[in-house]
């Protein structure tokens, strides 16, 4: 009796360790959850995510510029076996199916994806500043040149 009470406490406690850890790297993201947005004299891009679930956040990413919208994105940022993954939708591109970033490099701050296989971008970087400001940069290859973008966002909401 006493070896079945030890197994079950043991079996418990490494139950609850397992859950704990499971979800870590998506509450270590959450400090992407709110509106962002980047005015530019180009147009306005936003993303706004959300907490969708304990292993998943999504968000939806636009670029508006007068009153077009020039791209649309569907994001989830989704932990998978301890793994995090950026998918992302474009609207028109890759025939509307996810392309996957999985998670390459992270800290408290940064999170950094990669898929190499991907056209452009190649390399997708998260920065966290401060409750109030991001900084998103994508880079890669594109037509034979190096190429690198910056968006400075200012939390909305």
């Not at 993201?29 to 947005?37: A, F, M, P, T």
């Not at 999170?111 to 452009?120: K, P, S």
């Amino acid at each position: 009796m006493r070896q079945f009470i030890l197994f079950s406490l043991f079996s418990l406690l490494l139950f609850s360790c397992t859950t704990t850890s499971k979800n870590e790297k998506i509450k270590a993201s959450e400090w992407l959850i709110g509106q962002w947005e980047n005015r530019s004299e180009e147009g306005i891009l936003t993303e706004n995510w959300i907490k969708s679930n304990d292993s998943t956040l999504t968000a939806e990413s636009f670029f508006i510029k007068g009153k077009d919208t020039l791209h649309f994105e569907t994001i989830r940022l989704v932990e998978k076996k301890g793994e995090l993954v950026y998918e992302t939708i474009i609207k028109g591109q890759n025939n509307d199916k996810p392309i996957l970033f999985p998670l390459i490099s992270e800290t408290e701050n940064e999170l950094v994806f990669e898929n190499l296989q991907n056209d452009y971008p190649q390399k997708i970087k998260y920065q966290h500043h401060s409750k109030s400001v991001i900084t998103i940069a994508i880079s890669g290859t594109q037509a034979k040149k190096v190429v690198s973008e910056q968006f400075k966002m200012a939390k909305v909401k």
